[in-house]
């Protein structure tokens, strides 16, 4: 599937459990500038909830979700800190 979003940095934390996912998250969110977007691959099924509340609570964009099979994917855009 094609995406109009500018991805500026890709994650894959296929395999780990949380925390990790959403500590790695904010680690590469942190590299980032403001307005910049970062495309997380998880396959722990807690991301669902974990990653959409990490976003909000940095205050960063949850821009999309995708499920594929057991495979989620989020474009995170980091919020003006």
Not at 4 to 22: A, F, H, K, M, R
Not at 39 to 58: F, H, K, N, V, Y
């Amino acid at each position: 599937m094609s995406t109009d979003i500018n991805v500026t940095e890709s994650l894959d934390t296929s395999g780990l459990l949380c925390p990790l996912p959403v500590y790695k998250a904010a680690l590469a969110l942190e590299q980032l500038e403001a307005g910049q977007v970062l495309e997380l691959t998880c396959t722990d099924p807690g991301s669902l909830e974990d990653i959409p509340a990490m976003a909000r609570q940095r205050g960063d964009t949850l821009l999309r979700t995708d499920e594929r099979g057991a495979t989620q994917v989020f474009w995170i855009e980091k919020g003006a800190t």
